[in-house]
């Protein structure tokens, strides 16, 4: 009998934190994002990805989880991750709808695509596909110094 009520209660706290995730949704403004940003002095970096995308997966693996990289991002940077295949909303300007659909919105039909976005909230740069570490270091000083503004 003990084992049973032991059985039964893990099952109870497996199915409710599983409702507990389903039910949670973490939308994203990116408003809000711009004005830290501004405050913070950095851009936005913006990675939007799908779950089933290798090069999603590649650039994750070799440039975005790159120690120097994420150094760079940390200091420089406020990143936010957009998969696609989620369904929470963001926020944008007066945009209001999935992550999908604000994908669509961009015109962003390829994957991994990275935008990033000044403290105006205006789109300095879109890169599309993979990116070695280092071709994306020298982008996020392109863009951390301001030099597209030449």
């Known amino acids: 009998m003990k084992k049973f009520k032991i059985i039964l ?3 109870v706290l497996v ?6 995730k389903k039910i949670i949704k973490k ?10 940003a501004q405050q913070d002095t ?14 999603c997966k590649k650039i994750e693996k070799f440039t975005l989880h790159n120690k120097k990289i994420k150094n760079i991002l940390s200091k420089d940077f406020i990143t936010v991750k957009i998969n696609i295949d989620d369904d929470e909303n ?14 669509k919105h961009l015109n962003i039909d390829f994957y ?6 000044d403290e105006e909230k205006e789109i300095v740069n879109i890169l599309k596909g ?8 020298v982008i996020l000083k392109y863009i951390k110094t301001k030099s597209y503004i030449e």
């Open 9 to 11: 209660l893990f099952l």
């Open 90 to 103: 963001i926020k944008y300007n007066d945009f209001f709808d999935t992550k999908k659909e604000f994908a």
């Open 42 to 55: 950095k851009h936005l970096l913006i990675y939007f990805k799908t779950t089933y995308c290798p090069s």
């Open 15 to 20: 199915v409710s934190n599983v409702t507990a």
């Open 130 to 137: 993979y990116k070695t570490k280092d071709k994306f270091k």
């Open 27 to 36: 939308d994203i403004d990116l408003n809000e994002l711009s004005k830290i």
């Open 112 to 117: 991994p695509t990275i935008i990033f976005m």
